[in-house]
């Protein structure tokens, strides 16, 4: 599965963005999925994650309330909405597809395809 993630730029804060991210090769329809973002000099963090039923969902706690993962299937997508952005939301993001027919993945080590990452930033 290759992936691809789009969506980012400049959003004022409080704004909101939709990041997509699209499978070029491959099916989404049976993975997990999860959404992580990395800051200059941080770590790579979870942020949301779906099992590959949809039917369970992850939330980290900094964007919790905030943010929503869903899947559209037939496009063979992944989409992060996210609403009342913050300064600190302010980072690279990447989207990544777990393993097949497996339920939420909270590692990194967990997700075996990452799309390249998609960068914005939140202006106070």
């Known amino acids: 599965v290759q992936l691809q993630a789009c969506g980012g730029g400049l959003v004022q804060a409080g704004g909101s963005l939709r990041l997509s991210c699209a499978a070029s090769s491959g099916t989404l329809s049976s993975r997990s999925m999860g959404w992580f973002r990395q800051a200059p000099g941080k770590e790579r963090e979870i942020l949301a994650a779906?099992?590959?039923?949809?039917?369970?969902?992850y939330y980290s706690d900094s964007v919790k309330g905030r943010f929503t993962i869903s899947r559209d299937n037939a496009k063979n997508s992944v989409y992060l909405q996210m609403n009342s952005l913050k300064p600190e939301d302010t980072a690279g993001y990447y989207c990544a597809a777990g393993r097949p027919y497996s339920g939420i993945s909270y590692s990194t080590n967990d997700y075996n395809n990452w799309g390249q990452g998609t960068e914005f930033t939140v202006a106070s």
């Open positions: 779906m099992s590959w039923s949809g039917s369970h969902t």
